[in-house]
C-alpha cells in the first residue's frame, strides 16, 4: 500500500526559502517518475515540479528558476526546494507519481505573506 508523507512547510515571508520533503511507502521508489504538486484555496491542484528515476527534472514557467525538485532513492525521499518565495506561492504541497496515480498525501502547507 503506497503512502505519502509530505513535511517541511511553514509560514515564510516573500523571498524566503523553504525545503519540504516527501517520504514514500510501500513502493519500489527508484524506478518511479515523482513530481510535486499545490493547491491553493479554491483552486485546482496543479503541477509544479517532475524528475525521473534517473534525475532529469522538468517545471512550469510560475517556478522555473526558484523551485528545484531532487531525490535520495536510498531514502524514497523527494524534496523539493523553494527560493525566492511570493506570497502566490501559498497552498498546500503534495507529492505523487508523475501523473498522480497514487493515493495522496495529507500535505504540507506553505504560506508565504508578502
Known amino acids: 500500500q503506497v503512502q505519502l508523507v509530505e513535511s517541511g512547510g511553514g509560514s515564510v515571508q516573500a523571498g524566503g526559502s523553504l525545503r519540504l520533503s516527501c517520504a514514500a511507502h510501500g513502493i519500489i521508489f527508484g524506478v518511479v517518475s515523482m513530481g510535486w504538486y499545490r493547491q491553493a484555496p479554491g483552486k485546482q491542484r496543479e503541477w509544479v515540479a517532475a524528475?525521473?528515476?534517473?534525475?532529469?527534472?522538468n517545471y512550469p514557467d510560475s517556478v522555473k528558476g526558484r523551485f528545484t525538485i531532487s531525490r535520495d532513492n536510498g531514502k524514497n525521499t523527494v524534496y523539493l526546494q523553494m527560493n525566492s518565495l511570493k506570497p502566490e506561492d501559498t497552498a498546500v504541497y503534495y507529492c505523487?507519481?508523475?501523473?498522480?496515480?497514487?493515493?495522496w498525501g495529507q500535505g504540507t502547507q506553505v504560506t508565504v505573506s508578502s
Open positions: 524528475i525521473t528515476s534517473y534525475g532529469s527534472t
Open positions: 505523487n507519481q508523475l501523473g498522480g496515480g497514487w493515493p
